[in-house]
């Protein structure tokens, strides 16, 4: 009967899923690293060398995983509402015949259309073809090391004065902040914040709906930071 299935064991196992879900990401961050590092130090011209078609096909199988994980978790939560409405006969097969619903229309085309997975192409793009994708500031001046040297573009939030990590955009001026730096000046000044850029003409209080996320801007300020490690790290070397 539904009343003596043992819910918090279920739950239990789906605190572990998650972990596993942590570590997945982990391994796709991980690999995104080294697929960088391999176009940047090993000089990769063709986007289909070996190496990173190996890298692309590490990061599928985790956008594999991440998605049957997702996927197995949420025919769990479908079985637990039907045994709380009435009694199930057989668990096991009910989460089967759930889970065979939710995969029916799986292809692996549609792993490539992954976040993580369009980031990991994205960022591969970025450093074969420096002059593509970058801000509508920013143009490629010199070549220092091997590596495309941009324009300064302005990364720092206009509210917190630090570098911004994830940065987000008004859509009604244009101006750039840091997400969590522009969320705190929202909170604070209670539904009547504006733009904190000197200047800007526009009044009207941020709302969360006027803000999207630039990847664009983050992949430059990431590419930005990756060169000046680089840099220093060819510094300390020389020393």
């Given at each position: 009967m539904a009343d003596t299935v043992s819910f918090p064991v279920v739950d239990q196992a789906i605190n572990t899923l998650k972990k596993v879900n942590e570590y997945i990401n982990a391994g796709m961050d991980t690999t995104i690293d080294v697929a960088q590092d391999l176009v940047e130090n090993d000089?990769?011209?063709?986007v289909s060398s070996k190496k990173v078609m190996d890298l692309r096909n590490i990061m599928l199988d985790f956008t594999r995983m991440d998605r049957d994980l997702q996927q197995f978790r949420a025919a769990v939560e479908l079985v637990?509402?039907?045994?709380?409405?009435?009694?199930?006969?057989?668990?096991?097969?009910?989460?089967?015949?759930?889970?065979?619903e939710i995969q029916a229309e799986n292809t692996d085309e549609e792993l490539k259309q992954d976040e993580k997975y369009t980031d990991f192409e994205q960022k591969i793009r970025d450093i074969l073809?420096?002059?593509?994708?970058?801000?509508?500031?920013?143009?490629?001046?010199?070549?220092?090391?091997d590596i495309a040297v941009m324009q300064e573009v302005n990364t720092k939030c206009p509210y917190t004065g630090k570098e911004m990590t994830h940065p987000v955009r008004n859509i009604h001026c244009g101006?750039?902040?840091?997400?969590?730096?522009?969320?705190?000046?929202?909170?604070?000044r209670k539904g009547r914040a504006k733009c904190p850029v000197g200047g800007c003409v526009n009044d009207k209080p941020?709302?969360?709906?006027?803000?999207?996320?630039?990847?664009?801007?983050?992949r430059y300020i990431e590419r930005?930071?990756?060169?000046?490690?680089?840099?220093?790290k060819h510094a300390a070397i020389m020393v």
């Open positions: 000089k990769v011209t063709e637990k509402r039907q045994c709380k409405k009435g009694a199930v006969e057989d668990m096991e097969e009910l989460l089967d015949e759930k889970l065979a073809h420096p002059e593509e994708g970058l801000p509508s500031q920013a143009q490629p001046t010199q070549v220092d090391d101006h750039h902040y840091e997400k969590e730096g522009i969320t705190q000046l929202m909170k604070n941020i709302t969360a709906s006027d803000l999207e996320d630039d990847k664009e801007l983050k930005k930071n990756r060169q000046a490690t680089k840099r220093q």
